[in-house]
């Protein structure tokens, strides 16, 4: 009898083009559901279907009214007329980059990857999205964020979380045991986009990740090696590089009194203490996660000491944490990574820094994060590089479990266009290499034009012309300046007649003639300087 | 009394995990619509859901023994113990690009822009998905091959398609009316993925367009050089460029005595004649698309017409062509844009085809298709370029309709891939670009050789060292020989006396002995050349 009731919604459904109204409120699913389930309804029990439209038991004339009213209200928002307002955006926690900041972003990739080439990185590439499986338990409490494609038929898919992921399931399939491989790409995550600390929901990831069965600490110390070399050129400011252990962090999580089935959520709360005061961290630990007070404030001992090599040392021989096993293996990889560090000249700017967690549930050993120091504009931009030691993720695809041990670092490259585009003064930022402009005084040169800028292009000179046929001098000169274009070849009858070309040079003005035969090499030697 | 039914399914549902053997057989959205419809009911009619569960009117056991003989054939699928068998792959029409396929990937990338550059062309990314709407309406019939994603609160929106509708959404947003810009991203298209003839459903476009009001054929015709540039450096054989106009298709189709509502989809049937022969296009046009056999017989006259300017001048005489205005237009310009095409020495590979149509709907104007004419290795790899003139996409997204005159082409990079991963031979790609590695002959030298390469990266060396504490010599000169690295420092207790280190050539096995101080400039010297 209450198939009744979907009879009517959907006559109100169609009414009103609710698929459409839906649509446009972000709910169709919702509107899909309804329909759909009504048609599961009729088609499972058609018999019972056939009911007068007039006998409603179960509802009333209220609740229709209300729903009706609803639905009015909805149709309201759109005009009118009823017609769609057209939204020309980019999707939430998006956005396009203009030409200058792809200038920008382009000098920002170049030293990142002259950086992984230097230190003998190959580079991959995987698709946008995996199978939803791939990504399923892999990011603890951040699952929630993933993107998932809408099921067209075939296969459940979700856009990639981050390139680590992607990079273990490339491993186990092709049963690669040893690789050194950037990785540059967008991962998607449907965070609450801060876009002006430059968080956003599409974003670059610049991965760099040793995998292979190695001597401890050397590859790890050579990611740091990595961040302190590209933090440097880019020359963003001071910054230090705090490094932590999840062996530390679960020792001392066990001798803290920590049961182990709290770790990980435990561990989520650390992490937040980049953000939170340890007064608020505590709370969430004790009220929401459920920690005896007594624990939290062991916990707040430690998650306090920073230091080096020396703390790593004093630690070893602490009588709560020398209790535990796991805490004690990684305080000695810290102690041997500051070796290794040390070596590199790279100490002065790394901190062993017990409050480090990384949210992310992948890391089985040493972690780091690189911050910036000098807060620049009085907005924090967080953690501009991070990562860690992953040595199960592997092992998590491969049909066997044949583990592949695994450490990387993570450019956080948004945050750093952020300051850097806060940094270039915008008039200043050329976002083409064109050397020269073919350029002429008169009128019905265009022939003329285009043939001497097929010239130029085929001797590989960057050339530019204006796509009218009698434009004026002034307008291309113009167009020079404000392009930084360096050279203007003009063309006219006298400079036909004579076989030459007048080169003019934008910023001084200065011109001369040069034979058409000498103008390739002339505009080379101008421009390579 | 139907409530019972769902609740007597809801109970096998979670017997047998349901959700799980759904999710495995890509069906999980029908299963969760089955659970929200069931809640749906519960929560609306609660009051009549208090029935017995043994009471079933309107179901029979039979339909509850066929339900559950259902569900226990897809549990047999995963296996005896229920466990979930892991799909190690890329999502269908999807691939992993490897680090050879990279370093050609990153070969022709680098010749494409070098000429999108040479004409000076900005650059500018947009996200990898837009709002749903914003696709909406501009590809016409292959829309359906659009990737929405879930709706997951918030907007709906999907995967875009190509680089151009994002950029003319990109323009009306940013109120751009003068642009030459080129972009290279990924785009995606649910199509049946012919992978071996380099057809995927992810894949990279290569877009060069040009925006603005400018005189006639002179940006059109620079696309076409592009072209003509591009598959020349990128040295794939011999080729030939197609030309035609949507005018002169439109004006054909009315001439021909094609209703107006069926240019787009006769246009459609015209655009497989590169893949069907003319009988079975008007097969297609006649009995599925409804038009009638004589005008489908004069479409076939017109579409086997081929040839240079002279066509286009012989057309613009035709007693039936000259009728349609709109033809005549495309022919003026197709005969101005040949004229400007000999200026820049291209026509030799340029053919104007009237049976190009191009599926878009976007298309005004001129359109053009790139096709390689040596089959190599007997497959045809289809168009490996393409483009056109769309006046009117930008238009449709500005709210006061706007119009910004466009022309672009589109560069088929995933088809040039495949040709040139089958030219290239394997084992002489190098992945990276290292120019030495640091090595030691004897135990104990970590510390050294960390030392050492450090010093080479702060100089902006390419060096590896390999991540042991004690490698054997031979392994480190087979590993350079493997990569390629051309050059080894040795060190040993002898060299660390002497300040000197030992500077190996692989390939002639050559070793001289370097003092430190000038390693670097020797290793510059030795390598820059």
């Known amino acids: ?8 919604l959907l006559y109100f459904f169609f009414f009103f083009e609710i698929h459409t109204i839906f649509l446009h409120c ?24 056939v009911r007068s439209l007039h006998s409603f038991p179960g509802i009333t004339v209220a609740q229709i009214d209300e729903e009706v009213a609803k639905l009015l209200a909805l149709k309201a ?14 999707p939430k926690g998006t ?10 972003r382009e000098k920002v990739f170049n030293t990142i990857i002259r950086c992984f080439k230097r230190h003998g990185a190959e580079t991959i590439d995987t698709p946008v999205f995996e199978l939803k499986e791939t990504l399923t338990g892999k990011y603890g409490e951040d699952s929630k964020l993933i993107y998932d494609l809408k099921d067209q038929g075939g296969e459940l898919l979700s856009l990639r979380y981050d390139l680590t992921v992607p990079f273990a399931r ?19 995550r449907r965070d609450n986009p801060a876009m002006t600390r430059g968080r956003y929901r599409e974003f670059y990831q610049c991965d760099f990740d040793i995998a292979g069965q190695y001597d401890a600490m050397i590859p790890d110390a050579e990611c740091l090696k990595i961040v302190h070399e590209i933090l440097n050129e880019l020359d963003l400011g001071d910054f230090r590089i705090k490094v932590n252990d999840r062996r530390i962090l679960d020792g001392m999580f066990a001798v803290c009194g920590v049961p182990d089935d709290k770790f990980r959520t435990i561990c989520s709360t650390v992490d937040k203490l980049d953000k939170m005061s340890w007064e608020d961290v505590k709370k969430e630990m004790v009220n929401e996660k459920g920690l005896s007070e007594e624990a939290a404030d062991q916990i707040g001992e430690y998650v306090s000491m920073q230091g080096g090599m020396d703390l790593a040392e004093r630690l070893l021989q602490d009588h709560k944490m020398s209790q535990s096993k796991q805490a004690c293996a990684g305080l000695s990889d810290i102690k041997l990574l500051f070796k290794y560090l040390q070596l590199f000249h790279v100490t002065d700017k790394v901190v062993f820094d017990l409050s480090l967690a990384r949210g992310l549930d992948y890391y089985t050993g040493v972690i780091y994060e690189a911050v910036l120091t000098q807060a620049k504009e009085s907005v924090s931009v967080g953690s501009v590089a991070g990562g860690g030691r992953y040595d199960g993720l592997v092992g998590m695809f491969d049909p066997k479990g044949r583990r592949v041990p695994c450490v990387g670092v993570s450019i956080g490259i948004e945050r750093i266009f952020s300051i850097m585009e806060q940094k270039a003064s915008p008039e200043k930022v050329r ?14 040169l265009l022939e003329e034009r285009l043939q001497l800028i097929s010239e130029l292009w085929n001797a590989g000179i960057k050339a530019e012309v204006m796509y009218k046929k009698n434009p004026k001098l002034l307008s291309q000169l113009q167009y020079c300046e404000e392009a930084g274009i360096p050279l203007v070849a003009i063309l006219g009858e006298q400079e036909l007649k004579d076989g030459v070309v007048k080169l003019r040079v934008v910023a001084t003005r200065e011109e001369v003639d040069i034979s058409r035969a000498d103008l390739i090499s002339e505009i080379k030697r101008r421009t390579e300087a």
């Open 77 to 90: 928002q759109l005009g009118d007329d009823g017609k769609t307002q057209f939204v020309l955006k980019t």
């Open 95 to 104: 956005r396009d980059y203009n030409p200058k900041q792809m200038a920008i």
């Open 26 to 49: 972000g709910i169709t699913m919702l509107g899909m559901i309804w329909v759909r389930a009504c048609s599961a309804l009729v088609g499972f029990r058609a018999p019972t279907c």
């Open 1 to 8: 009898m209450h198939s009744d009731l979907f009879l009517v």
């Open 431 to 444: 976002t083409t290499e064109v050397q020269i402009m073919v350029a002429s005084a008169q009128k019905n």
């Open 170 to 188: 490339y491993l186990a399939m092709n049963k690669i045991t040893n690789i050194k491989r950037y990785h540059i790409a967008k991962v998607y």
